[in-house]
């Protein structure tokens, strides 16, 4: 993996990490989803304006409709990922998606994009994903399984993170084939993609707009880091696939397990710090790994 695309994934990396943390902290549902959209649409729309020219325009139906299906498939993830943080703990919801994505990322960059990985590759994507089982708790997993509530938060995390791993994995290989084969701008994929999420999230809160506005006075402080920092972490993303092959940057990503699991341990008391930050360290090998092949 070239130093550039490896630098851009690891600010992604903390940034992600970051916003993953404020998404938690908010305890937010669908009406969460809708106030970061709205707020990634008006606050990033002059970059995109700037970024975008008239390019948009000499978009046809090919274009248009892989935006519409990231753009769905990135608010599925979105609200699965949210009602992971409210079942469970970000440190065992956020590394089992994390490290689930990545895997199956992976395997559909070399399915479906014809992208070859080599045996270094391999040890990396591997690596990555063992570590995962110790950020989200390791060995404690199973000693917490035999208490009933805990068994029943920690079957939850298990649960929707693989949901949002997988969810992760679809939009990261549909965004990967918008800006390396269609050429894309990363700036419009992801603003875009907000765009179209309007629709879906909407109709649930013009329902309750009481609700909807309780939401934005309690929550908007929470959301204003997502809408800066969520968009910020996926461009550079974006633009590191455009400087290296998929198969390797969507389990590079996975380096933000290391800020996660110290941001995690240390801001909202989930435990165990020091074996998630050995299992955040293999992780970290495993990037490396994959930097090197």
């Given at each position: ?6 630098a851009l ?16 902290k ?13 707020g990634?649409?008006l ?5 995109a ?8 325009r ?12 990231s753009?769905?498939v990135?608010a ?15 440190t ?16 559909g ?12 590759g391999v040890?990396g994507?591997l690596?990555?994903c ?22 029943a938060?920690?079957?939850?995390g ?6 949002t ?7 990261t ?6 800006v ?9 994929v992801?603003y ?7 629709p ?9 707009p009481a609700?909807?506005?309780q939401a934005?006075?309690q ?7 997502v ?5 910020l ?19 590079a ?7 996660a ?13 020091a074996l998630?930050l ?9 990037v ?6």
């Amino acid at each position: 993996m070239p130093t550039s695309a490896l630098a851009l994934v690891l600010a992604a990396a903390l940034l992600h990490a970051l916003w993953n943390v404020a998404a938690k902290k908010a305890g937010g549902d669908q009406r969460f989803a809708l106030i970061c959209a709205i707020g990634v649409v008006l606050l990033w729309a002059p970059v995109a304006a700037w970024v975008g020219g008239d390019a948009f325009r000499r978009w046809g139906w090919a274009e248009w409709g892989l935006i519409i299906f990231s753009a769905l498939v990135h608010a599925a993830y979105f609200l699965a990922l949210l009602r992971g943080y409210r079942l469970a703990d970000l440190t065992v919801v956020y590394p089992v998606a994390r490290g689930s994505g990545p895997l199956l990322s992976a395997l559909g960059a070399v399915l479906l994009m014809g992208e070859s990985i080599s045996a270094v590759g391999v040890v990396g994507v591997l690596a990555v994903c063992g570590g995962v089982f110790l950020v989200a708790g390791g060995p404690g997993l199973w000693r917490r399984a035999h208490d009933g509530q805990a068994r029943a938060r920690l079957a939850a995390g298990l649960r929707w993170g693989v949901i949002t791993g997988a969810l992760i994995a679809s939009y990261t290989v549909i965004d990967g084939y918008a800006v390396k084969v269609m050429l894309l701008s990363p700036i419009l994929v992801d603003y875009f993609g907000n765009v179209f999420r309007l629709p879906v999230l909407l109709p649930p809160a013009l329902r309750d707009p009481a609700g909807f506005m309780q939401a934005l006075r309690q929550q908007w402080r929470h959301a204003l880091v997502v809408i800066v920092l969520g968009p910020l972490a996926y461009i550079l993303v974006l633009y590191a696939m455009t400087l290296a092959p998929l198969s390797h940057v969507a389990p590079a990503r996975e380096v933000s397990m290391l800020f996660a699991a110290l941001i995690g341990g240390h801001l909202l008391g989930e435990g165990d710090r020091a074996l998630r930050l050995f299992g955040a360290a293999c992780i970290a090998g495993g990037v490396a790994a994959l930097a090197l092949g």
